[in-house]
């Protein structure tokens, strides 16, 4: 059983997708339609901007999930997945990927949470740091002791490594506290804002209006869903997790071991550098294939 795989913010590179528009009529008019929807060239950004420029939260989402969802189209046969997932933004290229959202609909919607999650940070200071080296069991209670400022789990990436999210002080007290724990590591992260915590709730009530006008398919196999790592095919409650996930942690090492407990033998990372999400399975369960579409 093969599982796709597509990555979230983190997973850009300079000229990324230059190489299918070159290619394939396809990606062409794929990407021609991208600018369209978007209301500006972002091809020209993916494919000669710096890696500054990608960095921004308004192209990079759009730009992972234009790469990762032509890289399934141009697939063709070959795509045939017998299960999916994608990681924070990626689950938004997962579901085009197996047919529960048109690829129109699903850039308005990155790109409708891309607008509303920078809205977000730029109206409350928050950051994320990456802990390493801890349980997650330990973690999850110094975040909780925390009470007068926001410090949650956003991130459990793989055992070992799970990047908490908040305010600034919240965090600052944190990387304290873990440090003292036992950390391996405890680093600030180079992001916009407070991803996956509460300080992004506004930016939850903007897309939750834009989700819910848009018209959601079965998908044609499971995708397992990051608020709680389970296999979803009603397209009700798919929508009802989309919503969740802005503010909810992204649960990527439960979802790993939940596909290796259904049957994957094998995973494809599908666009993006090819590197991020092959590199948590290896953490996760280092006997399964992996391999980029």
């Keep these: 059983m093969t599982a796709?795989?597509?990555?979230?913010?983190?997973?850009?590179?300079?000229?990324?997708?230059?190489?299918?528009?070159?290619?394939?009529?396809?990606?062409r008019a794929l990407f021609g339609q991208a600018?369209?929807?978007?209301?500006?060239?972002?091809?020209?950004?993916?494919?000669?901007?710096?890696?500054?420029?990608?960095?921004?939260?308004k192209i990079t989402q759009p730009a992972i999930f234009i790469h990762s969802c032509i890289t399934a189209q141009l697939a063709g046969d070959a795509f045939q997945p017998d299960m999916v997932a994608g990681h924070s933004l990626g689950e938004f290229s997962a579901l085009v990927a197996a047919g529960a959202l048109s690829f129109e609909d699903g850039l308005r919607l990155v790109q409708q949470r891309a607008l509303a999650m920078q809205k977000a940070c730029e109206a409350v200071e928050g950051t994320m740091a990456?802990?390493?080296?801890?349980?997650?069991?330990?973690?999850e209670q110094v975040c909780g002791g925390i009470t007068d400022e926001i410090v949650?789990?956003?991130?459990?990436?793989?055992?070992?490594?799970?990047?908490?999210?908040?305010?600034?002080?919240?965090?600052?007290?944190?990387?304290?506290?873990?440090?003292?724990?036992?950390?391996?590591?405890?680093?600030?992260?180079?992001?916009?804002?407070?991803?996956?915590?509460?300080?992004?709730?506004?930016?939850?009530?903007?897309?939750r209006a834009a989700i819910e006008r848009t018209t959601f398919a079965t998908p044609v196999c499971?995708?397992?869903?990051?608020?709680?790592?389970?296999?979803?095919?009603?397209?009700?409650?798919?929508?009802?997790?989309?919503?969740?996930?802005l503010t909810a942690p992204v649960r990527w090492t439960q979802t790993m071991q939940n596909m290796i407990r259904d049957g994957v033998t094998e995973f494809v990372e599908v666009g993006g550098n090819g590197k991020v999400l092959q590199g948590l399975v290896k953490k996760i369960d280092r006997k399964f294939p992996t391999s980029v579409l």
């Design 35 to 57: 600018n369209e929807i978007l209301g500006f060239r972002i091809t020209d950004v993916m494919f000669e901007g710096s890696e500054e420029d990608l960095r921004q939260t």
């Design 222 to 245: 499971p995708i397992y869903q990051n608020v709680h790592a389970q296999a979803e095919t009603d397209p009700a409650k798919i929508r009802e997790n989309l919503v969740a996930q």
């Design 4 to 27: 796709y795989i597509f990555p979230g913010q983190g997973a850009q590179f300079p000229g990324m997708g230059k190489d299918l528009y070159e290619s394939s009529e396809q990606a």
């Design 152 to 207: 949650v789990p956003a991130n459990y990436n793989c055992p070992g490594q799970l990047v908490i999210s908040g305010s600034v002080p919240g965090i600052d007290i944190a990387i304290e506290k873990l440090t003292a724990a036992g950390a391996l590591r405890a680093m600030k992260l180079a992001v916009g804002g407070a991803f996956h915590s509460p300080l992004m709730q506004p930016a939850q009530d903007e897309l």
């Design 130 to 139: 990456a802990i390493l080296g801890l349980e997650d069991e330990v973690v």
